[in-house]
């Protein structure tokens, strides 16, 4: 029976994608023997249909969570990346700074999706996949804030299990700060970066800092939050106040719109 070349050559390149890591166009080349604009047209037709998504984050292709099926995987958490990626290049055309998404995964924040990498400003550019502390990065602060008591009190058993190799996230725990820290975030409704943070969560502040300053806010849906989202920039600049100011509503409404996003997919996929 004779085959149809160009599907084959489609499924070819679905079997090829990651839906984690990704794949790059010339990996793709590489893994399949397909001409580069050849590949561009396929990929851009599975994007277009749904089958797969191209991250702004890193520019790898990945097949869309939605054809996953792997019982036990709690397959939401990728989800999130793929919605979010077309709100984030929305709100960086806005507002100029670019944002990341993180999810919440094994007592880390994970970054599943970035706009960093569009933003020609002096920012640092971290990768899918990155994870942050929990204590002192903005996103981490505003999880533990809207969190459920039950997740909240794990991540601190956790934390108490296996204590934090920076110094500054054991003074926030062991000296009581932690208590009005998250209830400031949730009266202000944004969580802001700890100061003595250097983005990195094995490294003190004195040895690797990325020179930003970040707020962020929560990706929730009624009572489920889904994920937390920041807008960094330069702390050089000293912008938080004018930030708070001018475009904390605009990086609340599109939390908002990431969330009722992820809740209607979720709820289409529970009825097909």
Not at 103 to 108: D, I, P, S, T
Not at 135 to 158: H, K, Q, T, V, Y
Not at 179 to 195: C, F, K, M, N, V
């Amino acid at each position: 029976m004779k085959t149809i070349d160009a599907l084959s050559r489609g499924l070819d390149v679905l079997r090829g994608l990651e839906e984690r890591r990704g794949q790059s166009l010339a990996e793709l080349h590489r893994t399949t023997g397909i001409p580069k604009a050849s590949l561009l047209r396929i990929l851009e037709t599975l994007e277009q249909s749904g089958f797969a998504w191209r991250a702004i984050g890193d520019g790898r292709y990945r097949r869309s969570v939605a054809l996953i099926f792997r019982p036990g995987i709690d397959d939401s958490l990728l989800r999130i990346g793929e919605i979010a990626a077309p709100f984030l290049e929305g709100l960086r055309k806005k507002v100029i700074w670019p944002s990341d998404v993180l999810v919440h995964r094994n007592y880390r924040m994970e970054i599943v999706e970035t706009s960093r990498r569009q933003s020609n400003l002096n920012v640092a550019v971290y990768s899918i996949g990155y994870r942050v502390d929990m204590f002192l990065s903005a996103p981490g602060r505003a999880f533990l804030a809207f969190c459920g008591d039950a997740e909240r009190d794990a991540i601190l058993a956790d934390a108490a299990a296996h204590p934090p190799v920076l110094a500054r996230s054991r003074q926030v725990l062991a000296g009581g700060e932690l208590p009005a820290i998250l209830e400031e975030t949730r009266r202000l409704g944004y969580a802001s970066r700890d100061p003595l943070f250097g983005g990195t969560d094995d490294k003190e502040i004195s040895v690797s800092d990325d020179g930003i300053d970040a707020i962020a806010v929560p990706v929730q849906h009624g009572d489920k939050l889904l994920a937390t989202m920041n807008l960094v920039w330069p702390r050089k600049y000293k912008l938080k106040a004018q930030i708070v100011r001018e475009l904390l509503a605009d990086m609340q409404e599109t939390a908002a719109a990431i969330a009722a996003a992820a809740e209607a997919s979720t709820e289409k996929r529970s009825t097909e």
